[in-house]
C-alpha cells in the first residue's frame, strides 16, 4: 500500500520559484473528477487531458513544459501519465482534452513525449485497487530556452534531464486519485 505525501518530487531536483497555475477542471489537494481518470486502463474514466491556465512565471522565460507525474506508482520509478515539450511562451493555457492521440489543440511547436504506458497522449489516474491514494503532480516549467532540442522520442524523464538547469519556475497543482 503506498503512502500518501504532500512531497513535491520536483523539490528532490532543484527548488526554484513558482508562479500561478489553476484549472477549472482539476483542483490542488482534491479527488481528480472521473474525465481525469484512466478509460483505457479500465479505471472509468475517459483520459481527458484537464484544462490548465498559467500567470506570474519570471521575465526570461522562453518556453514552457508541462508533466504529469504519480510518484507513488509501484514501479520503483513512479509513472509519468502526461509530457509536453515545448510550448511556445506566448502559450499561458492548455484547454481541456488537447492531450488526446492527435495533441488537437496544442499550440504550433509543441508535441506530446511518450507517457510510462508508451502513448503520446495523456493518460488518466488508475493505480492498483487498494493501493491507497495516488497524488498526481500536474506540473507547468517555465524554462530559459525556446526549445529543449529533444525530439518525439524522448521520455518524460529525459525531459526532466534536459529541463534541470533551463528551469526558472515551476507551478504544480497536486489532486488524488484512488482506486476501491
Given at each position: 500500500?503506498?503512502?500518501?505525501?504532500?512531497?513535491?518530487p520536483y523539490d528532490a531536483i532543484a527548488e526554484v520559484p513558482t508562479?500561478?497555475?489553476?484549472?477549472?477542471?482539476?483542483?490542488?489537494?482534491?479527488?481528480?473528477?472521473?474525465?481525469?481518470?484512466?478509460?483505457?486502463?479500465?479505471?472509468?474514466?475517459?483520459?481527458?487531458?484537464p484544462q490548465l491556465s498559467w500567470s506570474g512565471f519570471p521575465e526570461?522565460?522562453?518556453?514552457?513544459?508541462?508533466?504529469?507525474?504519480?510518484?507513488?506508482?509501484?514501479?520503483?520509478?513512479?509513472?509519468?501519465?502526461?509530457?509536453?515539450?515545448?510550448?511556445?511562451?506566448?502559450?499561458?493555457?492548455?484547454?481541456?482534452?488537447?492531450?488526446?492521440?492527435?495533441?488537437?489543440?496544442?499550440?504550433?511547436?509543441?508535441?506530446?513525449?511518450?507517457?510510462?504506458?508508451?502513448?503520446?497522449?495523456?493518460?488518466?489516474?488508475?493505480?492498483?485497487?487498494?493501493?491507497?491514494?495516488?497524488?498526481?503532480?500536474?506540473?507547468?516549467?517555465?524554462?530559459?530556452?525556446?526549445?529543449?532540442?529533444?525530439?518525439?522520442?524522448?521520455?518524460?524523464?529525459?525531459?526532466?534531464?534536459?529541463?534541470?538547469?533551463?528551469?526558472?519556475?515551476?507551478?504544480?497543482?497536486?489532486?488524488?486519485?484512488?482506486?476501491k
Open positions: 500500500m503506498s503512502t500518501t505525501t504532500n512531497a513535491n508562479f500561478t497555475l489553476t484549472s477549472t477542471d482539476v483542483a490542488d489537494g482534491e479527488e481528480l473528477p472521473t474525465p481525469q481518470v484512466s478509460g483505457i486502463f479500465g479505471a472509468g474514466g475517459s483520459d481527458t487531458s526570461g522565460t522562453k518556453s514552457f513544459a508541462v508533466t504529469v507525474y504519480d510518484p507513488l506508482a509501484p514501479t520503483g520509478a513512479g509513472f509519468w501519465h502526461w509530457a509536453v515539450v515545448d510550448i511556445p511562451v506566448e502559450t499561458t493555457s492548455l484547454e481541456a482534452g488537447v492531450g488526446d492521440d492527435a495533441g488537437a489543440g496544442l499550440p504550433t511547436g509543441a508535441f506530446q513525449l511518450k507517457n510510462d504506458a508508451s502513448l503520446a497522449r495523456f493518460l488518466g489516474a488508475a493505480p492498483p485497487a487498494g493501493h491507497g491514494k495516488h497524488l498526481y503532480h500536474i506540473a507547468v516549467h517555465a524554462l530559459d530556452v525556446a526549445s529543449l532540442g529533444i525530439d518525439a522520442g524522448a521520455t518524460p524523464a529525459f525531459l526532466g534531464f534536459n529541463m534541470s538547469g533551463h528551469t526558472l519556475a515551476r507551478a504544480v497543482i497536486t489532486p488524488w486519485w484512488e482506486a
